[in-house]
Every structure is written in C-alpha cells, then in structure tokens.
C-alpha cells in the first residue's frame, strides 16, 4: 500500500510537469514584501445607484498584495468586503454599481480601464474566484468534468483531451478521492466540502496570479474547513499564488493570514500584520470583532453558562418533569415507488437517540453536516415522521395529527438557520409576529398589537419595526424577529437550528446574548443546534455529540469539553480554529 506522502509526492510531480506549460511561474514559499506587488488597489471609490440618488458604499480603498502572500479582509456584513473582490473580478452590477474614482492595478495594467474583452482573459487566467456557495457558482445540469474542463480549454486554448487530462489532475490535487468518476458525476452528487474543491480546483487550473477566496469556508463543518483551509495552504506553495482570503471568521483570519484588513461601513479602518492586529489592535472596532469571537475553553470550569443564574436554573427544575423527552428516536429516509421510478433505498438518518431537557436548561447538539442534527430537531416538533417516544410538556407527541398537534405547537416553537427564508417577504414584521396568536386565536386586535411591541422591545428592535418589511433588516435583526415569532405564544420550549450560523461575529455574540438573557427571564428550555464547538461550548449546560445519526457521546459541557472521550469529540475539538496568529505559527 502506497503511503500518504508517497501519494503526495507523485501528486506533485504531476503538477509540476503541468505547471512547467506557464513560463511565468515561479514557486514561492511566503510572502515577498520587496518585490512589486502583484495586484494594488489605489484609492477605490464606489458608488450605489438608489432612488435617492448615489451613494458611497467604498471610499478610499487602499491595499496592495505582494508575490505568495494571504491578505484576509475581514469585516461584518456590509462593510464592503465582497463587493470589493467584485470590483477586483470586474462583476460589478454595472445597473447599481459604478465606479466612482480609483486603480485597479495588475503588475502594470489597469484593470478598470480594459475592455470586456480582455477582462475575461484576465478573469479566470491571472485572477481566479471562489465564492461562498459552491452550488450556486456550478452549473447543476453540467458535469463537474465538463465545467472543469471548459475553464481550461478558454484559459489556456488546449484540446478537449489535454483539458481533461488536466481537470483530472486538478481533482487529485485538491483530494478528491476517484477522480475519473467524479469528472462524471454532477455537482449535487457531492457534498459540500467536495463541491468547493471543486471550486478550488476549477480557480486554479488556469494559474492565476492571484486567488481571490470569498467566505469558502462559511457554510462549512469544522472538520471540513480544517481540511480546506489546510488544502488551500498547501496548494498556495505548490503554485505560487497569492490569496485575497475574505471572511468574518476571525479564527479563520488568525490561522491564515500574513496581513490583514479590516473594514467597516466601506472603509478601512485597519490594517497590518496578522502578528499586530491580533496582538496590539489599534481601532476600537478591531477590537470589538475580537472580543465577540468565541473561544474554546474560555468558559472551562463551570457547568452553567454565562448570565444564567445556577440558583435559579435549580428553583425551575425544582420538582419539575422535563419540558422534553426523546426516548429511542428513529427516522428513516426513502421513498415510495411510482409509476416511472423505483423506490429508493431507505436511509437511516437517526438512529435510536434518547434525551431529556428540563425547564431553564440548554442542551447543545453538535456534529458535522449528515449527522442527523437538524433531522432530530424537526423530528421532535412533528415536522417530519419518526418512530420513537417524543414527550413535550408531558404530552406523547408519537402518531399525533396535525390537528392534534396544534396546541402541542404552544409549547414549543423552532428558529430555523436562515431567517430570510423564515419569514414572508410581503408581510409585515408586526403580522408575522403576530401570526401565531391569530392561529391559536390568542387576544384582540389591539391585544396583539400591544404584545408584538413588547416582543419587538424585548428582542432589542424599535415599536417602528412592526411595520416595515424583512428586507428592510440585516441578518441580525430578522434573526431576532424570529426569535420574537418564537416567543409569541410563551413557550416552553425552543429548538434552535443553527440559529446564529449565518451571522457575523458580534451580530452573533448580541443574538446568543439574548437568547442567554431570555431564558434567565422566561426560565427556557433550548435544544440548541450547532456544528460550532465553541458557540455550544457558550450556550449549553448539556452537551451531546451525534455522528452518522447516534449520539456518540453525552454529558455536561464539562465532562464534553474538558475531558472528551470519544476520538470523533476529540477531532471536532482539534479543528476548531484558533483566534491566535501566534499558537498557528508556533505549531507551523
């Protein structure tokens, strides 16, 4: 059997006969500060087109990036940070977006100044993309194979023998297991952290200069952005490229950067070296990001979380049964045969899971994507069918209708991920709130208005907010517009799936402040979901730990964090980044 670095070494002799077609390419094994820069961003301005008339979105956007160096620029939502890499890629809207003033400087040529033409040579050959969302950027109706080898036959001129050739190499860089059988398969045949390999390879079969990343990691587990984030240091010294890394994941930003920036409401407000920002942070903001990161560990030693009064966890569960019990929980993914189709094979997805909360009680559930995490949250609510023992607030919710499942419904609410998605678009923030009570028949007009003003007090928005439209909101604020939803008919019990994965740093530190401060207030239960150790590590006073649809190891947030037992627990634990560029270097 060939060993790993074996396989390594003959990977890389395949790139470097491949890498030998560019003349230009030099390997580099860190960032060179006395050569020019590859790309300079000089005094970029930017302006929005609204019905008000323009609007300054960048100002004064300075930077430059040199040879074999990762630039992060990090940054909450809206402070400018993607729509500069648009500008940097030439796919500005140009409908709503212009250029006000500035460069864009690529060795000597101006990138705003070229024509369509020759911006798409530029696009793909000397500056490459990844963004976000894989599935978004793959076409779903084209094989992997079949995009891969398109961007290399329009970069590079090659056949379609050659560009598959190389396409199969770019898979086997980026550690695709089969590559040959993937190049077949489709982009929904892949998991995520596959499809953004994908992604990786297709940016860097052409040879750019310069690799520009936006988020890749942000939809992805902890063991996954481990592997990518590694796979991208890797092939950074394989082919000289130098990174633009954007992200809010300040963890993220320690463990990859040489320099950073840092921008707010369009501008940048610092910058330097990793060693600095992180160590002698210079602007309050800075060192606002910072200290809303969560940190694994720093709640060690005690079995309650932050705001949350023992004394008064104790008074609640105080003769009390548990808001929720989940005994032998089972569910089994399939379907049914038709006409055209057979059956398909029935998957289990949960697999024999049994737990309690009780009243003022957190229980954080943690895994990857797959585990069967968000299967167990909409399983115990009836979203979906299960087999198994499901009791709320003393009630068996086992083989209940709808119907009957409505005043159940009263006692438990969920917020889903993304809060967008949970709301209606052309309905008010006031009716949506107010929903709930309309449907279990709750109070008067006037009643309910009066209580979606308290609930929008309560969750930190203004009385105004009741009359305006999710769009109208950030991220942050319509996640707590449905916690305010949530809370609408007083529940017992919340289930919260992955409530505050989508959002920026300190907009999740203020989202898990309220829900710690509404359960020291209401005496909540939660069943809190997360594939974020150190956000389940904050909130939970329990904790339990699925893979492939069993809970693999349970206990209290001390028993979990501070001596896990099983290697999996163990692996989650080892792969969480580290907000410290120093404790990364050290190890490197």
């Known amino acids: 059997m060939r060993r790993p670095e074996d396989q390594r070494d003959r990977r890389h002799a395949e790139l470097g006969r491949f890498l030998l ?62 729509v500069t890499s648009l500008a940097i890629m030439g796919l500005l809207p140009k409908a709503s977006l212009q250029v006000a003033s500035g460069k864009i400087l690529l060795g000597d040529r101006d990138l705003l100044q070229l024509p369509d033409r020759a911006m798409r040579k530029v ?25 891969l080898s398109e961007a290399i036959r329009e970069h590079q001129g090659s056949d379609n023998a050659t560009a598959e050739t190389i396409a199969k190499q770019m898979l086997d860089a980026v550690q695709i297991t089969d590559p040959a059988r993937r190049l077949k398969q489709f982009p929904h045949e892949l998991s995520g952290g596959m499809r953004q390999r994908v992604m990786i390879a297709m940016a860097l079969s052409c040879r750019p200069k310069v690799l520009i990343a936006d988020e890749p990691t942000t939809a992805l587990d902890v063991t996954v952005q481990a592997q990518i984030l590694k796979l991208m240091r890797e092939l950074k010294q394989e082919f000289g490229a130098s990174i633009i890394l954007i992200t809010h994941d300040m963890g993220v930003v320690a463990e990859m950067a040489d320099r950073v920036v840092i921008m707010q409401d369009g501008r940048i407000v610092e910058d330097g070296s990793a060693l600095a920002v992180f160590g002698h942070p210079k602007e309050p903001y800075t060192k ?33 049964t548990p808001v929720l019990t989940v005994s032998n929980l089972n569910v089994t993914y399939g379907s049914q045969a038709g006409w055209f189709f057979k059956a398909a094979a029935s998957a289990p997805a949960v697999n024999d899971v049994s737990f309690d909360i009780r009243p003022g009680q957190t229980l954080g559930l943690v895994g990857e994507s797959g585990s069967g995490k968000s299967t ?195 692996a989650l634990m080892a792969a969480v980044p580290i907000p410290d560029p120093t404790a990364h270097r050290r190890l490197a």
């Open 123 to 147: 696009r793909g050959g000397d500056i490459a993309m990844v963004f976000q969302e894989p599935m978004t950027s793959l076409n779903p109706v084209i094989s992997v194979g079949a995009q």
């Open 288 to 320: 606002q990001l910072l200290a809303a990161v969560p940190r694994l560990g720093a709640h060690a030693g005690t079995d309650t979380p932050p705001r949350v009064s023992e004394t008064k966890i104790e008074i609640l569960q105080r003769d009390r």
């Open 21 to 82: 077609l560019s003349k230009d390419r030099v390997r580099v094994t860190g960032p060179n500060s006395a050569a020019a820069p590859v790309l300079s961003v000089r005094n970029l301005c930017l302006d929005a087109r609204t019905p008000e008339g323009r609007r300054r979105i960048l100002d004064d956007i300075n930077f430059d990036l040199t040879s074999g160096e990762t630039l992060c620029i990090a940054g909450e939502s809206g402070s400018g940070k993607s």
């Open 376 to 570: 167990t949250g909409k399983a115990v609510l009836g979203l979906i069918p299960f087999t198994g023992d499901v009791v709320i607030n003393g009630r068996n919710i086992a083989g209940l209708s709808q119907r009957e499942m409505q005043p159940v419904r009263r006692s438990a609410q969920m917020i889903f991920q993304d809060p967008y998605a949970s709301l209606d678009p052309r309905m008010a923030v006031g009716t949506a709130v107010a929903e709930p009570m309309v449907i279990h028949g709750l109070g008067g007009k006037s009643e309910r208005k009066d209580r979606v003003a308290e609930l929008l007090h309560r969750v930190g928005l203004t009385p105004d907010a009741a009359t305006r439209y999710p769009h109208e909101f950030s991220g942050g604020q319509r996640q707590r517009i449905c916690i305010a939803r949530a809370l609408a008919l007083e529940p017992k019990l919340i289930v919260a799936d992955e409530s505050v994965a989508a959002l920026d740093v300190s907009v999740r530190a203020r989202v898990l402040d309220l829900l710690l401060e509404l359960q020291e207030t209401m005496g909540l239960a939660y069943l809190f979901i997360s594939h974020d150790m150190a956000v389940i590590e904050r909130m939970s006073h329990r904790v339990a730990v699925m893979r492939h649809g069993r809970i693999v190891e349970a206990g209290t947030r001390r028993q979990v964090f501070e001596a896990p037992q099983d290697p999996y627990t163990q």
